[in-house]
């Protein structure tokens, strides 16, 4: 399984703003000496040496991850938030004709990106789309009418096909399944197996107890994956303040990983007031609280976009 970010940001997306880009600006000038500009060499090292909330962005467009396969033009799409844009102007992507798209839910930020997502105004291509909701085109479709959109969905010439999924599907020989979690309204998450392999991509969600329950439907889901990608959108202190919004703590994100033995967790959803330099602060936090809590170790990453992970 080939993963890619295109979205990471939740709620909206966020562009980086003038005066975030002149912070780093004035951040780096402030590092450099004599010797870091002597040559190309010299700068080429200076930049590759800078932390990464510096030299780079985590992104702004809002949830889409990607599931590619090596031995098929079909791939798997969560969510249409605005990254799924990008996706769809990426050359990496253009061998693809076949587009299986599970919606977390839909949330704005879930579904604004599907009006710009050029493959699906190709007639060659295949979209289906898949949701435990029913009437999954009316809800695809009411966002695409006047006066919200000029272009209606009719206008996405691509065939569509739409899956109320009431069991796992399977998706170019890979299973798919999905699990409600907590969020307001509702929230999906979804497990890609593949001969073994587990994939869980649980966005929009606020943990509590009953997912640590070691019963028979956790168990099957999430124990033992080899990767989940999880919203971990908060502080500790602001999941308590914002109780019931719907999002979880990177430290309950953490001790939700170690609980069911996951690999590896992937910090997904960021907040959209955070800046690169406190969502990377936010990794750091967390990989202190792993060590000094005496977790299993967990291989952590924090989503941004671009990101690429094979498992």
Same mark, same amino acid.
């Given at each position: 399984?080939?993963?890619?970010?295109?979205?990471?940001?939740?709620?909206?997306?966020?562009?980086?703003?003038?005066?975030?880009?002149?912070?780093?600006?004035?951040?780096?000038?402030?590092?450099?000496?004599?010797?870091?500009?002597?040559?190309?060499?010299?700068?080429?090292?200076?930049?590759?040496?800078?932390?990464?909330?510096?030299?780079?962005?985590?992104?702004?467009?809002?949830?889409?991850?990607?599931?590619?396969?090596?031995?098929?033009?079909?791939?798997?799409?969560?969510?249409?938030?605005? =990254?799924? %844009?990008?996706?769809?102007?990426?050359?990496?992507?253009?061998?693809?004709?076949?587009?299986?798209?599970? #919606?977390?839910?839909?949330?704005?930020?879930?579904?604004?990106?599907?009006?710009?997502?050029?493959?699906?105004?190709?007639?060659?291509?295949?979209?289906?789309?898949?949701?435990? #909701? =029913?009437?999954?085109?009316?809800?695809?479709?009411?966002?695409?009418?006047?006066?919200?959109?000029?272009?209606?969905?009719?206008?996405?010439?691509?065939?569509?096909?739409?899956?109320?999924?009431?069991?796992?599907?399977?998706?170019?020989?890979?299973?798919?399944?999905?699990?409600?979690?907590?969020?307001?309204? =509702?929230?999906?998450?979804?497990?890609?197996?593949?001969?073994?392999? %587990?994939?869980?991509?649980?966005?929009?969600?606020?943990?509590?107890?009953?997912?640590?329950?070691?019963?028979?439907?956790?168990?099957?889901?999430?124990?033992?994956?080899? #990767?989940?990608?999880?919203?971990?959108?908060?502080?500790? =202190?602001?999941?308590?303040?914002?109780?019931?919004?719907?999002?979880?703590?990177?430290?309950?994100?953490?001790?939700?990983?170690?609980?069911?033995?996951?690999?590896?967790?992937?910090?997904?959803?960021?907040?959209?007031?955070?800046?690169?330099?406190?969502?990377?602060?936010?990794?750091?936090?967390?990989?202190?609280?792993?060590?000094?809590?005496? #977790?299993?170790?967990?291989?952590?990453?924090?989503?941004?976009?671009?990101?690429?992970?094979?498992?």
């Amino acid at each position: 399984m080939n993963v890619q970010f295109w979205g990471v940001r939740g709620s909206i997306p966020t562009s980086a703003t003038p005066s975030r880009i002149k912070s780093k600006i004035s951040a780096i000038v402030e590092q450099i000496t004599p010797e870091d500009i002597e040559s190309s060499e010299s700068r080429e090292r200076f930049l590759a040496n800078l932390p990464p909330w510096l030299f780079g962005t985590v992104g702004g467009n809002s949830p889409c991850v990607s599931v590619s396969f090596d031995d098929s033009r079909e791939c798997i799409v969560f969510d249409c938030g605005s =990254g799924i %844009r990008e996706m769809g102007l990426a050359q990496e992507m253009a061998k693809m004709n076949h587009y299986h798209i599970f #919606l977390s839910h839909f949330h704005w930020d879930h579904i604004q990106g599907l009006p710009f997502f050029l493959p699906g105004y190709e007639d060659k291509n295949k979209l289906d789309f898949y949701s435990p #909701l =029913g009437g999954l085109e009316g809800i695809i479709s009411g966002q695409m009418t006047d006066p919200y959109f000029p272009v209606t969905l009719d206008a996405m010439t691509a065939a569509k096909t739409y899956h109320y999924m009431e069991k796992e599907f399977k998706i170019c020989g890979r299973s798919v399944s999905a699990k409600k979690m907590n969020h307001p309204g =509702g929230s999906w998450a979804y497990c890609v197996n593949e001969n073994g392999k %587990r994939l869980i991509y649980a966005t929009d969600v606020e943990l509590t107890s009953d997912d640590f329950i070691k019963n028979e439907e956790n168990i099957s889901f999430f124990q033992n994956a080899d #990767l989940i990608i999880i919203d971990s959108q908060y502080t500790l =202190g602001e999941a308590i303040e914002k109780y019931n919004w719907g999002h979880s703590a990177f430290s309950m994100a953490v001790d939700f990983a170690a609980n069911w033995n996951i690999k590896h967790m992937v910090m997904f959803h960021h907040d959209p007031t955070y800046d690169d330099h406190k969502l990377y602060g936010l990794l750091q936090s967390a990989k202190w609280y792993i060590e000094r809590m005496s #977790l299993k170790e967990i291989e952590l990453t924090l989503a941004v976009e671009g990101l690429k992970i094979t498992i």
